[in-house]
């Protein structure tokens, strides 16, 4: 297995389809690089405002006509319909929250909708909601919220742990960073990054991602490509 004959690939997940994706969808666009878009259908469209660390910032969703234009040079998977917290439902919802979903958004975009991550932060999914997903739905892959803090393929997609989070791990997001690009990779080597948009608000932190995208960009050993390109590459 390689990444269009790289044994290197790059790839990005931000959560909740708020409104600060554009601006971090134009970053990403500046750089060349590819990202996951994970949304909550039924949510699209609502404003809300969060309380993060102290400072209130906004958690207005993109529009759900505004969706397939928005997201149109990346990827968008399933969040389920309202962002439950699944380890806590019974069967039939999980299903129905994490299918309709897929449906939704693939209605929006007019694209195949292959994988997800689970909604919430901590511990939020179990193995028995993995298996049902696995068994019921048509999802490929799922992201959790563990940082592996590596590189390596992992054998469960269903379970799969992102390299890193970016707003609440920055040193190791840089320090990573540096590592993967230094490294001469003789086996298949993923760094996946996630958060949500909104958190650069908190700190105005905008400018130090961007850093970080410049640093991991344009390297002539490593593919970019989203979720669905980096984890079912054949």
Not at 26 to 36: A, P
Not at 82 to 94: A, N, R, S, V, W
Not at 173 to 186: I, P, T, V
Request: charged share 25%; hydrophobic share 35%; proline share 3%.
């Amino acid at each position: 297995m390689a990444f269009q004959g790289k044994m290197k690939a790059v790839t990005f997940s931000y959560d909740d389809g708020v409104t600060q994706d554009r601006r971090l969808i134009e970053i990403l666009d500046r750089y060349q690089l590819k990202c996951t878009f994970n949304l909550n259908s039924e949510l699209l469209g609502k404003e809300n405002e969060l309380l993060r660390e102290g400072k209130i910032v906004s958690h207005n969703k993109i529009a759900p006509e505004d969706v397939a234009a928005v997201y149109a040079n990346h990827e968008v998977a399933a969040h389920t319909l309202t962002h439950p917290f699944l380890p806590k439902m019974d069967e039939q919802e999980i299903i129905r929250q994490v299918q309709e979903d897929q449906k939704n958004l693939e209605k929006l975009t007019g694209k195949p909708v292959v994988g997800m991550a689970y909604p919430g932060g901590g511990i939020n999914y179990d193995h028995r909601v993995a298996e049902i997903i696995r068994k019921h739905t048509a999802i490929q892959y799922a992201r959790t919220t563990v940082s592996s803090y590596s590189f390596d393929l992992q054998d469960d997609l269903l379970e799969f742990k992102p390299t890193v989070y970016h707003h609440r791990e920055w040193d190791q997001l840089f320090e990573l960073g540096e590592k993967f690009l230094s490294m001469k990779a003789d086996r298949p080597q993923i760094f996946y990054i996630w958060g949500h948009s909104y958190e650069f608000d908190i700190h105005d932190e905008w400018n130090r991602f961007e850093k970080f995208c410049a640093m991991i960009s344009g390297q002539d050993d490593i593919f970019y490509g989203t979720n669905a390109q980096v984890l079912l590459n054949p």
